[in-house]
């Protein structure tokens, strides 16, 4: 059974940073791409960072970018997501993901399992 387990969401403020974590079960992180998506209140599911399988191929969206840092540790079989200069509008719920793809990533579809999500809220 694959599960993906989210942490290290909460209320920050603005200028503030934080680190998640998405903790995976039944598959090997090193072997799949993973991704991280978010979903604010109201306004559909976006991309915000992926890596690949294999070489480890970074991608992050332009909302982001220079501000996301995605990153595995292979001995934890985790993956992260660190950011930093945070912003009001990266308030959202935010998912881990994984895939057998290893491109087209920014797409949704292109994963097979997902996390429950772990809620970030930046405040003004």
């Known amino acids: 059974q694959v599960q993906l387990v989210e942490s290290g969401g909460g209320t920050v403020q603005t200028g503030g940073s934080l680190t998640l974590s998405c903790a995976v079960s039944g598959r090997t992180v090193s072997k799949y791409s993973m991704g991280w998506f978010r979903q604010a209140l109201g306004k559909e599911r976006e991309f915000v960072s992926s890596?690949?399988?294999?070489?480890?191929?970074?991608t992050s969206a332009d909302s982001v970018k220079g501000r996301a840092t995605i990153s595995r540790d292979s001995a934890k079989n985790t993956l992260y997501l660190h950011m930093n200069s945070l912003r009001p509008e990266d308030t959202a719920l935010y998912y881990c993901?994984?895939?057998?793809?290893?491109?087209?990533?920014?797409?949704?579809?292109?994963?097979?399992?997902w996390g429950q999500g772990t809620q970030v809220t930046v405040s003004s």
């Open positions: 890596i690949t399988y294999g070489a480890g191929v970074t």
């Open positions: 993901a994984l895939s057998s793809y290893l491109n087209l990533l920014t797409v949704a579809t292109r994963y097979d399992y």
